[in-house]
């Protein structure tokens, strides 16, 4: 399960997605975003289901990347259609005791599970084909108005994505860890939550005193190398938007449109 997780990740490529403006994949991002969460019924989600299926196979990234990054959480895509399923009314088709399930139910459990996997992929997505830097200079450049007030973006640029970048390095160390607890005959696997929960123990505290070196040695290698944070900082890549972002605006623009048509031309089948 460790292994599977790849949240944080770059995939270098030559895609046109992978040569778009970092600047124009973070705000297409948030539109996609929004896209989901305005959908109310069948046809405005499957319009964000079509844009992972044209953007994917363009990206170049595998369908396998897309399980990988929804395998650990499927616990909690599990739980929440366990709550829509019981918790929503409608006609009964299944019932034992107080507990019940309606044809209403089942299919907003279904739908939303579609909407949390739509979520994880397509953020995904965005650190799948950017680099760390670019990422950096994208949420620096977009968020530079705030420097007007005394905002220090270029540091929480700097912060966020050195947290993003860090995430399958802790991963990997996790792995390493566990292995060697096994290799010592640390047993994780059996036993009640309470005793599970206690064989972490040997598993945190080592993966902290990494996490907290890895930190020290970072902040050492920066000071080693007169950084100082954004003042004066040039780039070797400037960022400069083109007819492939513009293209692409259009796209993930008119996708939103058919979103908002259909929650207004189809609410027999809404989800509220």
Same mark, same amino acid.
């Given at each position: 399960?460790?292994?599977?997780?790849? =949240?944080?990740?770059?995939?270098? +490529?030559? #895609?046109?997605?992978?040569?778009?403006d970092p600047r124009m994949k973070l705000i297409l991002t948030t539109a996609y975003?929004?896209?989901?969460?305005v959908a109310n019924?069948?046809?405005s989600l499957l319009v964000g289901v079509v844009f992972?299926? =044209?953007?994917?196979?363009?990206? +170049?990234? #595998?369908?396998?990347?897309?399980?990988?990054?929804v395998k650990p959480i499927l616990p909690?895509?599990?739980?929440?259609?366990i709550l829509n399923m019981f918790f929503i009314g409608g006609n009964v088709i299944w019932q034992w005791w107080v507990f019940k =399930?309606?044809?209403?139910?089942?299919?907003?459990?279904?739908?939303?599970?579609?909407r949390i996997v739509c979520l994880i992929a397509g953020t995904s997505l965005m650190t799948y084909t950017t680099s760390p830097i670019a990422l950096t200079d994208a949420i620096e450049r977009l968020f530079s108005p705030l420097k007007k007030i005394r905002m220090p973006v270029h540091e929480v640029a700097m912060m966020m994505t050195i947290a993003l970048r860090f995430i399958p390095t802790l991963i990997e160390e996790t792995d390493k860890i566990m292995s060697a607890q096994k290799a010592r005959g640390a047993d994780m696997e059996s036993g009640n939550i309470i005793q599970r929960v206690k064989a972490l123990v040997p598993i945190l505290i080592p993966l902290f005193v990494s996490a907290f070196r890895r930190a020290d040695e970072l902040a050492l290698a920066m000071e080693c190398r007169c950084y100082h944070g954004g003042e004066g900082r040039t780039r070797m890549r400037q960022l400069h938007m083109g007819r492939l972002d513009i293209y692409s605006a259009l796209f993930v623009g008119a996708c939103l449109t058919l979103t908002i048509l259909a929650n207004i031309y189809a609410p027999g089948l809404s989800l509220r």
């Open positions: 399960m460790i292994k599977d997780i790849t =949240i944080g990740q770059y995939f270098p +490529g030559l #895609s046109p997605v992978h040569r778009m975003i929004v896209l989901l969460f019924n069948v046809f992972l299926l =044209i953007v994917y196979p363009i990206s +170049g990234i #595998s369908w396998k990347m897309v399980l990988k990054s909690i895509i599990a739980f929440t259609a =399930i309606t044809d209403r139910g089942v299919l907003t459990a279904v739908l939303m599970c579609i």
